[in-house]
């Protein structure tokens, strides 16, 4: 795509085909660099779903309105009606997780951490996300992001591995956690 008219960039999960005409068997290495994982995190239009494997999906609970939770500007810990524990940190980003107030939603920023404890073990978090209009981006977190589950908790890295920019914002207007059987 041609971002704000003058920056070519990938949809996420775009792939690189060619550069300057060369494809990767004419100019370079035919084995492409390894990835960032992602393992665990899949996207779908504005949800964003992060999976534990190693969990099978049981009874869920859903905050569809965030407001209801009553967040300040910058949160650095929320719990839920039963008791799953959301900690957000910077991770020594300028920029601290926040919650917009007008729009009703939970913004982490880059390289921002979010660490979930459930309840109970946590087999799947799907994440209602929105659009930035402004930059023409769903803000659904950065393709380098990682999610890693242990038990009860969830950790969200919003890894931004870039010299400029923030990368893509993490912007959740829903939760739901999925607990496991």
């Known amino acids: 795509i041609n971002y704000m008219g003058n920056t070519p960039e990938t949809n996420q999960g775009g792939k690189l085909i060619s550069v300057n005409g060369k494809t990767s ?20 239009g504005l949800t964003v779903t992060l999976t ?11 905050v569809e309105d965030l407001s209801t939770l009553k967040l300040d500007a910058n949160p650095t ?22 919650y917009n107030e007008k729009a009703k939603e939970l913004r982490i920023y880059a ?53 400029t920019g923030g990368g893509v914002q993490l912007r959740i207007k829903s939760i739901e956690i999925v607990y496991a059987k």
């Open 52 to 62: 534990n494997s190693g969990a099978t999906a049981g009874k869920s609970l859903k």
């Open 77 to 98: 810990e929320f719990t839920l009606s039963d008791g799953t524990i959301f900690k957000l940190d910077s991770n020594g980003n300028k920029t601290n997780p926040a």
């Open 25 to 44: 068997i004419e100019g370079g290495s035919e084995t492409p660099d390894t990835p960032s994982t992602t393992e665990g995190i899949s996207v779908n």
């Open 111 to 163: 390289n921002n951490i979010m660490t979930i404890t459930g309840s109970k073990n946590i087999a799947k978090i799907i994440l209602t996300c929105t659009h930035d209009n402004n930059k023409n981006t769903d803000c659904v977190g950065n393709e380098t992001a990682t999610i890693k589950f242990s038990g009860k908790t969830a950790t969200y890295t919003n890894v931004f591995t870039g010299t």
